[in-house]
């Protein structure tokens, strides 16, 4: 069974404090790994797909790295409008769902 | 171009009522997917469909639960007998293509409370 795990659930970060946020996965093939990320009262908005180990791709001030256990979101400089939960997701190979992570919440305090 | 929509957006019923709640995909996305967010917990999976097919329907909770596609376009999630568990937020999504790593883009979200 898929499994993924996210940490930390929280981070309090200051402005320009840059951090990253970690998944953890447990897939029998993988065919996908994907980050969203989610503001109250809103549906996931897509960040990234990364398909292999050692793969990178960046948007604005959000890296998403892979290896072959886990993914890193680093958080470059943040703003407070960087402030929301963002979530990793697998797809194995044999199916198309996507297993979830619980997510972290993220603030970014001015 | 228009995104996902979902409606009602909110709707809250009495224990024991059916409940309808739709999805419209974005144009030419063939595989559409519903997704449940409880308060304090992931997205679980509920149903895949390619088409009007459902070739994965596991994640369904219970056979109060069901849904259909139809044209290749909307789609309808019922519940029936609604119970105070069902209480939770209800995700569509759709994607280009079932497999192949295909991004999946998501509605707005229907919060359904059973009280």
């Known amino acids: 069974e898929d499994q993924v795990t996210q940490s930390p659930e929280a981070l309090r970060l200051q402005e320009g404090e840059s951090s990253s946020l970690n998944c953890s996965y447990t897939?029998?093939?993988?065919?996908?790994l994907f980050w969203y990320r989610q503001d109250p009262g809103k549906g996931p908005e897509f960040l990234f797909t990364?398909?292999?180990a050692g793969e990178e791709k960046e948007k604005e001030r959000l890296k998403a790295t892979l290896t072959k256990k886990e993914s890193f979101l680093h958080i470059t400089a943040p703003k407070p409008e960087d402030s929301a939960t963002y979530l990793c997701?697998?797809?194995?190979?044999?199916?198309?769902?996507?297993?979830f992570g619980e997510g972290t919440q993220l603030t970014v305090n001015p | 171009g228009a995104g996902v929509s979902q409606s009602p957006s909110n709707k809250v019923t009495e224990k024991g009522k059916d409940v309808e709640l739709r999805c419209d995909p974005i144009?030419?996305?063939?595989?559409l997917y519903w997704y449940r967010q409880s308060l304090g917990q992931g997205l679980e999976f509920l149903i895949y469909?390619?088409?009007?097919?459902?070739?994965?329907k596991s994640g369904l909770p219970s056979d109060r639960f069901s849904a259909e596609r139809t044209g290749g376009s909307v789609s309808t999630l019922t519940i029936q007998r609604t119970q105070q568990e069902d209480s939770a937020v209800y995700l569509c999504?759709?994607?280009?293509?079932?497999?192949?790593?295909?991004?999946?883009?998501f509605g707005p979200g229907t919060r359904l409370t059973v009280t």
């Open positions: 469909f390619q088409g009007n097919s459902a070739p994965d």
């Open positions: 999504a759709s994607s280009l293509r079932p497999s192949g790593g295909y991004e999946q883009y």
């Open positions: 144009s030419g996305h063939t595989a």
């Open positions: 997701a697998v797809q194995e190979t044999s199916g198309s769902r996507l297993t």
């Open positions: 990364l398909y292999s």
């Open positions: 897939v029998s093939g993988l065919r996908g």
